[in-house]
């Protein structure tokens, strides 16, 4: 299957900074990723289709101005959460088509 | 509305034991349906899936599941529990509406399993 890389995998940020997440497509070109966040012991919720070189689409109740989304390149989709909040904390994890994950990425603001 | 529903939230098995996780979906069209694994702080690991043809898929790590369109089930099986297998399964559904094998999933809530030695 593809191989995805997300970075980084744990991070600590405090309130009120912005955290940027990338998500690599490391052995085929990805024209479209897909984010998701997890809420503790919950499922996943897909929260924005990221598209090459085009905006992201995001889904009903996802605030595109803070949950910022780049996809500059066929291999590189990156998420950043602007302004953290402690509500903010999740784990954040990145898909490409077949789907597959990356390793996803644990956010805590204090 | 489409949805996944994983019935059972944690089952526990004995190391050895056979084991089925359930899985019911309501989706509109032909489904893409698959089963992950994640262990704790960790990704998604894909298991199997199943997009048409034979409605037994065989998946990585000795897993198995049946499609069952009748009943709208997608239950992964294994025959005998390994204690590594420990971990969050979850179910999900794509299909043609929603960018087919693209990635835009709709997740169930998760079963975790937990294996006694």
């Not at chain 1, 992201?56 to 602007?82: C, M, P, R, W």
């Not at chain 2, 034991?17 to 894909?46: D, K």
Request: glycine content about 10%; charged content about 15%; proline content about 4%.
């Amino acid at each position: 299957g593809a191989v995805v890389s997300q970075h980084p995998s744990r991070v600590i940020c405090k309130s009120g900074t912005s955290v940027k997440i990338e998500c690599r497509s490391l052995d085929f070109q990805a024209t479209t990723m897909f984010w998701y966040r997890q809420f503790p012991k919950q499922s996943l919720m897909l929260m924005a289709t990221s598209n090459e070189g085009s905006k992201a689409t995001y889904e009903q109740g996802v605030e595109k101005d803070k949950f910022l989304i780049n996809h500059a390149s066929l291999t590189l989709s990156t998420l950043t959460v602007t302004s953290a909040h402690p509500e903010d904390s999740s784990f954040y994890i990145c898909s490409v088509r077949g789907p597959f994950f990356g390793q996803g990425t644990r956010l805590t603001v204090v | 509305a489409q949805s996944v529903t994983q019935p059972d939230i944690h089952i526990t098995v004995s190391e050895g034991a056979s084991l089925e996780l359930r899985c019911n979906y309501s989706y509109g069209a032909t489904p893409y349906l698959f089963w992950y694994v994640q262990s704790p702080g960790q990704g998604l690991q894909l298991l199997l899936k199943y997009f048409s043809g034979d409605t037994l898929v065989q998946g990585i790590k000795g897993f198995e599941a049946e499609f069952k369109r009748s009943q709208s089930s997608f239950n992964l099986r294994k025959p005998s529990v390994h204690w590594s297998d420990a971990a969050e399964y979850f179910c999900a559904v794509g299909g043609v509406n929603y960018g087919g094998s693209q990635g835009n999933l709709i997740f169930g809530k998760g079963t975790k399993l937990s294996v006694k030695p």
